[in-house]
């Protein structure tokens, strides 16, 4: 808000001035310093949070593409809120998005995730992230979380899904860029629960323990 065609030209100029300052910020000589450098201008929670988001469901659209920044009045810029998630969870067969297995961000160019190739340099940014990954586990990241939300949303979608594939008869077919194919919705919601469970647990084996985070 508001609508691109709905912003004044002063507001425009607001926005491209503070990007510039933004990214001076984060790859100037002074980006750590905490006055001057990239947190003065960035919520970090929000980065931190969208990262692993996009991270623990390999998101191939995040980082990249789908990206939506907000900014309230006087406060810092949020990578918030999330958008565009069907390429997630196993459901692209490019970029290594079909295996649960991996970094994301390891398939991305310097210039598809520039900010945060340049935060991975900050120590404390490391240990932010470490520490929000062991939080997140414990939370909203939680295994058994994670699986009664989508039996939740499985369930609320099952009759608008057999509506859909009776007018359009493509389960059992592929769709670009599916990687599997299902011949069931219960298929294709087991594949889906199968796809992270196996990444969170390969995710917890790479990162460092809490403790060590401290």
């Known amino acids: 808000e508001p ?3 709905d912003v004044t030209p002063q507001q425009r100029e607001y926005i491209e001035r503070h990007w510039w300052e933004l990214e001076r910020a984060v790859f100037g000589k002074s980006w750590l ?3 001057r450098g990239y947190r003065s201008y960035i919520d970090m929670k929000s980065f931190i949070d969208q990262h692993w988001l996009i991270e623990m469901s390999k998101n191939i659209d995040g980082f990249r593409y789908s990206v939506v920044f907000s900014k309230d009045r006087g406060g810092k810029v949020k990578l918030e809120p999330p958008w565009d998630w069907n390429l997630s969870f196993g459901n692209a067969n490019y970029l ?3 295996s649960p297995r991996g970094w994301y961000t390891e398939q ?3 210039t598809e995730i520039s900010w945060h190739r340049q935060f991975s340099e900050d120590p404390e940014y490391m240990k932010e992230l470490t520490e929000r990954w062991w939080q997140l586990r414990k939370g909203p990241f939680a295994t058994d979380t994670l699986m009664k939300r989508i039996d939740e949303m499985a369930a609320l ?3 608008a899904q057999a509506r859909n594939f009776k007018r359009w008869r493509i389960m059992g077919d592929h769709v670009h860029p599916n990687a599997f194919v299902g ?4 298929e294709e919601i087991n594949y889906m629960k199968r796809w992270t469970r196996e990444r969170l647990k390969w995710i917890d084996s790479q990162m ?3 403790s060590a985070a401290r």
């Open 96 to 98: 290594d998005g079909d």
């Open 3 to 5: 609508d691109p065609e």
């Open 157 to 159: 979608l099952n009759e």
């Open 108 to 110: 991305l160019r310097d």
């Open 183 to 186: 011949d069931t919705y219960a």
């Open 208 to 210: 460092p323990a809490a």
């Open 33 to 35: 310093d905490t006055k």
